[in-house]
C-alpha cells in the first residue's frame, strides 16, 4: 500500500465524528465533501474508476469500507451512495471513459477519476474526438456534462508514466474546459462547479496537494470556472503559477521579500478558458514576468502566457518575459535528476532576481558587449 493510501487511511473528515477543524481540511477531504455535497443533490451524478468502491473489508483498511482510488479520493462513498453510483471499473481508461460519454449524452452526470495523468492517452480518442467535440458536432444538442479528474504532477518518485500533468495538452483541445485548483478551498468550490457545468471539464490534482490543508467552509460553495486568484499582492515581479508551483513560488516570494523585492503571485485556477485581463492588468503594474510551470516548455502553458503578455502587455515590459519550466525531457526516476528536473523555489528566486536586477539593461549591455 502507497504512502498516501496509508495516510488517507488514518484520516477521514468526512466519516469522524470528532468535531473538525475548519482550517485544517486536507486536499483529500476537500475533494470529498464537493462529492458529497453535489451527489446528495443530484441523484444523475455517477462515479466510474479502478477501485473506486474496491476493498472493502480488507484488513489492512482497519474497518474502512473501501480503498477509493489509489489516493482515497472517494473512500467511503460506496457505502453512502452504493455501488450503481460509484462504480468500479476494468483497468480500461478506453472503456470506462467511453462508457462515461455515453451516459453523460443520455442525461447522467459522471465524473471520472483517471489514477493517473499519464494515463490519459490511452483513452485519448474519447477525449479527443467524443467528449470535447460531441455538443458542438451535434449542433448544441449533446450536452456532455464529464468531468474528468485524477492525479499528477512529479516530485514523489513516480518516473516518467506516472509524473505528467497533462493539462497544457488538454487545454489544447477545443471543447474542454482545464481546471488546476492549488488549495483545498480552491479545490472544492471549483469541482463543484466542474459537477454543474454542461461542458466537459478536465480536473488536474496535484498528487503533492492531497495532504495540503486549508481552510475550507462547511457549506456548498462554487468558484467560477474562468477567473483568476491573486495569491499574494506585489509591485515589483508577476509570477503567474499553476497547481503545486503555487506553493514553491510563495516560498520563493518569501525568500525574495527580504532583499526588498515584492512579487504578485497570480494562480490562474483554470487554463481553459484562462482569465487574461487579470494576467494582463498585473503584468501591466509590474511591468515584468516570470511564469513558473510544472511542465515541458514547448507549446505548454508557460509559453501561452508568455505570448499573451508579449502580445497585449509588450509596451509595459521593463525585463523579458521569463519562463521556469521542467525540461524538454521525461520525469527522471532518479531522486537526484528528479529534484532537479522540477522547478524549485530556489530556481524561481534566481530567476526573478534576475528580471528585478537586470532586465532590458542586462539585455543592452551584452548587445554591446558582442563582436560586430
Known amino acids: 500500500m502507497s504512502d498516501f493510501q496509508t495516510e488517507r487511511t488514518k484520516s477521514d473528515s468526512t466519516s469522524s465524528n470528532k468535531k473538525i477543524d475548519r482550517n485544517q481540511i486536507s486536499f483529500r477531504d476537500a475533494l470529498r465533501e464537493a462529492f458529497i455535497q453535489e451527489m446528495d443533490r443530484d441523484p444523475d451524478i455517477i462515479q466510474l474508476g479502478e477501485d473506486l468502491a474496491g476493498g472493502a473489508n480488507l484488513p489492512h483498511l482497519e474497518g474502512d469500507e473501501s480503498l477509493g482510488g489509489s489516493f482515497g479520493v472517494t473512500a467511503n462513498l460506496s457505502k453512502r451512495f452504493g455501488r450503481k453510483r460509484i462504480i468500479d471499473t476494468p483497468i480500461s481508461e478506453t472503456a470506462y471513459v467511453g462508457a462515461a460519454c455515453g451516459a453523460a449524452i443520455l442525461g447522467l452526470r459522471p465524473i471520472i477519476e483517471i489514477q493517473f495523468m499519464s494515463f490519459f492517452g490511452v483513452c485519448f480518442d474519447q477525449i479527443f474526438n467524443q467528449i470535447a467535440r460531441s455538443r458542438y458536432l451535434s449542433g448544441g444538442e449533446n450536452n456532455v456534462p464529464v468531468v474528468i479528474r485524477g492525479a499528477g504532477g512529479a516530485g514523489w518518485g513516480g518516473a516518467g508514466q506516472h509524473s505528467d500533468v497533462a493539462y497544457s495538452h488538454m487545454t489544447h483541445i477545443a471543447g474542454l474546459k482545464v481546471v488546476v485548483p492549488s488549495t483545498p478551498y480552491d479545490c472544492k468550490g471549483l469541482m463543484i462547479s466542474a459537477i454543474r457545468d454542461d461542458d466537459p471539464v478536465f480536473f488536474m490534482e496535484h498528487i503533492k496537494l492531497y495532504d495540503s490543508k486549508g481552510y475550507v467552509p462547511e457549506e456548498s460553495y462554487s468558484i467560477p470556472i474562468g477567473k483568476a486568484d491573486i495569491k499574494r499582492e506585489g509591485n515589483h515581479v508577476t509570477i503567474v503559477a499553476t497547481s503545486y508551483m503555487v506553493n514553491n513560488a510563495i516560498i520563493a516570494a518569501d525568500s525574495l521579500i527580504k532583499d526588498g523585492i515584492d512579487v504578485e ?70 531522486p537526484q535528476l528528479e529534484k532537479i528536473y522540477v522547478p524549485s523555489p530556489e530556481k524561481i528566486v534566481d530567476t526573478v532576481q534576475w528580471c528585478h536586477d537586470g532586465g532590458w539593461s542586462t539585455v543592452v549591455k551584452r548587445c554591446h558587449l558582442a563582436p560586430s
Do not use: M, W
Open 265 to 334: 503571485i497570480l494562480d490562474p485556477r483554470t487554463l481553459s478558458p484562462l482569465d487574461e485581463s487579470s494576467i494582463i492588468s498585473s503584468v501591466q503594474k509590474t511591468r515584468k514576468l516570470v511564469v513558473v510551470d510544472e511542465d515541458n516548455p514547448r507549446c505548454g502553458f508557460a509559453a501561452d502566457v508568455s505570448a499573451l503578455a508579449a502580445d497585449k502587455c509588450f509596451d509595459y515590459l521593463e525585463a523579458p518575459i521569463k519562463l521556469v519550466t521542467c525540461p524538454h525531457v521525461p520525469c527522471p526516476f532518479s
